[in-house]
Nanobody, 121 residues
Framework: QLVESGGGLVKPGEALRLSCAAS????????FGWFRQAPGKEREGISC????????DYADSVQGRFTISRDNAKNSVYLQMNSLKPEDTAIYYC????????????????WGQGIQVTVSS
């Protein structure tokens, strides 16, 4: 099970930190990804982190603004989002897959319910 938290409404330029609490599978052996889906658009992989070594990857659209991290002791994954833009408005999803990380949604086996992030003045 994956449960996201931390979403909400912010103004352009502000920051948010999303959290994803995981349970029901061996957290340390799983890679995690953050995805988002805006109205009328396809789901987009924006960041992922590997199970071992902590290697990360980012979509060009968030590179340099978003940071993914994990805390194995707390079975949690985080997405720090800085310098938010109106185009970042979407439902954000946390997802998990065994071993290697990817920005491709079809590789992931566990998904959270999603959380709304709205960036608007």
């Amino acid at each position: 099970q994956l449960v996201e938290s931390g979403g909400g409404l912010v103004k352009p330029g502000e920051a948010l930190r999303l959290s994803c609490a995981a349970s029901g599978f061996p957290f340390d052996y799983y890679a995690f990804g953050w995805f988002r889906q805006a109205p009328g658009k396809e789901r987009e992989g924006i960041s992922c982190i590997a199970s071992v070594g902590g290697n990360t990857d980012y979509a060009d659209s968030v590179q340099g603004r978003f940071t993914i991290s994990r805390d194995n002791a707390k079975n949690s994954v985080y997405l720090q989002m800085n310098s938010l833009k109106p185009e970042d408005t979407a439902i954000y999803y946390c997802a998990a897959k065994a071993y290697g990380s990817s920005l491709k949604a079809s590789f992931y086996e566990y998904w959270g319910q999603g959380i709304q992030v709205t960036v608007s003045s």
